[in-house]
Nanobody, 126 residues
Framework: QVQLVESGGGLVQAGGSLSLSCAAS????????MGWFRQAPGKEREFVAA????????YYADSVKGRFTVSRNNAKNTVYLQMNSLKPEDTAVYYCAAHGGYSGAYAYTPRDMAYWGKGTLVTVSS
């Protein structure tokens, strides 16, 4: 059974940092592009960041560029999202996803992704 499990969410003050992890099991994703998405209450799920199979290529939404960093450790089958300078508008449930059919990084859409985690809540207070 393929699983993606996010962790590391929580409550943080504006300007603070959080580090999210996404651990995969049931299948290796070392050849797949991986992405992070988020969904705020009442809003559609949106792309946050993507990373290629090797980690050499990354892509970010304009809203998080320069503040968030995506990385991966294929030996651990894990993807990370380091979030700095957090803003109240970053509050959302953050989801990890695997492309499943492409190894590169670009502005993924939710429809591109084959596997999803259940999400972890990030709340940024002002």
């Amino acid at each position: 059974q393929v699983q993606l499990v996010e962790s590391g969410g929580g409550l943080v003050q504006a300007g603070g940092s959080l580090s999210l992890s996404c651990a995969a099991s049931g299948r290796t994703f070392s050849a797949d592009g991986m992405g992070w998405f988020r969904q705020a209450p009442g809003k559609e799920r949106e792309f946050v960041a993507a990373i290629s199979w090797s980690g050499a290529s990354t892509y970010y939404a304009d809203s998080v560029k320069g503040r968030f960093t995506v990385s991966r450790n294929n030996a651990k089958n894990t993807v990370y999202l380091q979030m700095n300078s957090l803003k109240p508008e970053d509050t959302a449930v953050y989801y990890c996803a695997a492309h499943g059919g492409y190894s590169g990084a670009y502005a993924y859409t939710p429809r591109d992704m084959a596997y999803w985690g259940k999400g972890t809540l990030v709340t940024v207070s002002s």
